[in-house]
């Protein structure tokens, strides 16, 4: 996963403040930069925080950690104080990434987890090494159809 800091502050006429992915634009006025769909992701991000609009927005930014153009999730929040918004987002990528591993590892201890702790001495399930792979409990009598597929 990129990791990356997606931290973010703009004054609210657009000027970039804090910008921990692009130092370089700090003190640019970022205001009417649009996306590749045409979001001025800047200027709305500004109005959702002014007002109390605190609801995740969805754009298109590059991510520091690819190099390429990704769907960003952000929000932000209003500091009336200073003028400023601060912001922060996560690609939709690094989410992906993070779901397929929680993915992986529930289903790995899923199969791990004899069926008589899942459903209870009661139940007898049986399962074939298609359906699961090889890891586990395999099907012992052969009369008797696998728990998912009925083979």
């Given amino acids: 996963m990129g990791n990356e800091n997606c931290v973010f ?3 609210y006429d657009g000027t970039a403040k804090a910008l921990a992915a692009a130092p370089q634009r ?10 590749r769909e045409g979001n001025a992701f800047v200027d709305d991000l500004i109005e959702r925080a002014r007002s109390g ?3 995740f927005y969805d754009y298109l930014w590059i991510n520091p950690a690819t190099g390429e153009i990704e769907p960003k999730h952000s929000l932000s929040i209003a500091i009336p104080e200073w003028d400023w918004m601060i912001g922060t987002g996560i690609y939709l990528s690094d989410i992906d990434e993070g779901l397929e591993a929680v993915e992986v590892q529930a289903w790995q201890e899923f199969k791990q987890e004899p069926m008589a702790e899942r459903f209870g001495d009661s139940t007898t399930a049986y399962y074939c090494g298609r359906c699961h792979g090889t890891v586990g409990s395999s099907r012992t009598e052969p009369d008797t159809p696998c728990c998912c597929c009925h083979e």
């Fill in 9 to 11: 502050a703009f004054s």
């Fill in 53 to 55: 609009n605190d609801s």
């Fill in 26 to 35: 700090i003190d640019t006025n970022m205001s009417g930069i649009t996306d």
